[in-house]
T-cell receptor
C-alpha cells in the first residue's frame, strides 16, 4: 500500500531533550516536506527536500533540522526542543511540486 | 515569495446548501491548484485539483474553478452533507498553504 509513515504518533518530552520524528514513503517520491499545524495558522512549511541530499528552509525553520540521505526517508530533528514547538507535525511527499501531496498520519508533540 | 489567501476562515451552511471557498495567490507562474480536506484528528487528503490549462473540473458534488487572470481558484461543494464538515486547505505549486476554512454543515 502506498503510504507515508510517520513515527511516533504522540510524543511528550521536556525542554532541551533532543528528539527525532521519522518519516518514510514507499512511493519513490522526489519531493518531501515537513509542516506544523497550529490552531488558526493552517499548515506552515518547516523544511522541504526536492531530492536526495537537497534540503531547503520553509517558512518556519528555526529550531529544526532535517536530512535526506535516502530518497524514502526524511527525518525531522529538534536538537533542543522548546515549549513553542508544541504542535501537530505532518510529513508529506509527492512526485514533484505539481502533484498531489500525500500526508503521514501526523505526530502530536508536547514540549513541557 | 508566493502568498496564498483563503476565505472565509469559517463557513456554516444548512445541509443541502452549496458552499464556496476561495483562494487567491500572488505568483502568476503557478500552474497547479489542489484542494485538501482534513477531518477532525486526521491528515489532509486531496479531494480535487486543477491545472492551469483548464478553467473548471468537476467530480460529483465537488468542483474547482480557476481564474488565472484574477489569480484565484475556488472550491464548490453542492448539496452539502454533514460528512462534508471538515477543514479545507488550498495551495499552489509553491507548496504554500492557505490558512484553511472550517466548514460546518448542519442537518
Amino acid at each position: 500500500e502506498a503510504q507515508v509513515t510517520q513515527n511516533p504518533r504522540y510524543l511528550i518530552t521536556v525542554t532541551g531533550k533532543k528528539l527525532t520524528v521519522t518519516c518514510s514513503q514507499n512511493m519513490n517520491h522526489e519531493y518531501m516536506s515537513w509542516y506544523r499545524q497550529d490552531p488558526g495558522l493552517g499548515l506552515r512549511q518547516i523544511y522541504y527536500s526536492m531530492n536526495v541530499e537537497v534540503t531547503d528552509k520553509g517558512d518556519v525553520p528555526e529550531g529544526y533540522k532535517v536530512s535526506r540521505k535516502e530518497k524514502r526517508n526524511f527525518p525531522l530533528i529538534l536538537e533542543s526542543p522548546s515549549p513553542n514547538q508544541t504542535s501537530l507535525y505532518f510529513c508529506a511527499s509527492s512526485l514533484n511540486t505539481r502533484s498531489p501531496l500525500h500526508f503521514g498520519n501526523g505526530t502530536r508533540l508536547t514540549v513541557t | 515569495g508566493e502568498n496564498v489567501e483563503q476565505h472565509p476562515s469559517t463557513l456554516s451552511v444548512q445541509e443541502g446548501d452549496s458552499a464556496v471557498i476561495k483562494c487567491t495567490y500572488s505568483d502568476s507562474a503557478s500552474n497547479y491548484f489542489p484542494w485538501y480536506k482534513q477531518e477532525l484528528g486526521k491528515r489532509p487528503q486531496l479531494i480535487i485539483d486543477i491545472r492551469s490549462n483548464v478553467g473548471e473540473k468537476k467530480d460529483q458534488r465537488i468542483a474547482v474553478t480557476l481564474n488565472k487572470t484574477a489569480k484565484h481558484f475556488s472550491l464548490h461543494i453542492t448539496e452539502t452533507q454533514p460528512e462534508d464538515s471538515a477543514v479545507y486547505f488550498c495551495h499552489t505549486d509553491k507548496l504554500i498553504f492557505g490558512t484553511g476554512t472550517r466548514l460546518q454543515v448542519f442537518p
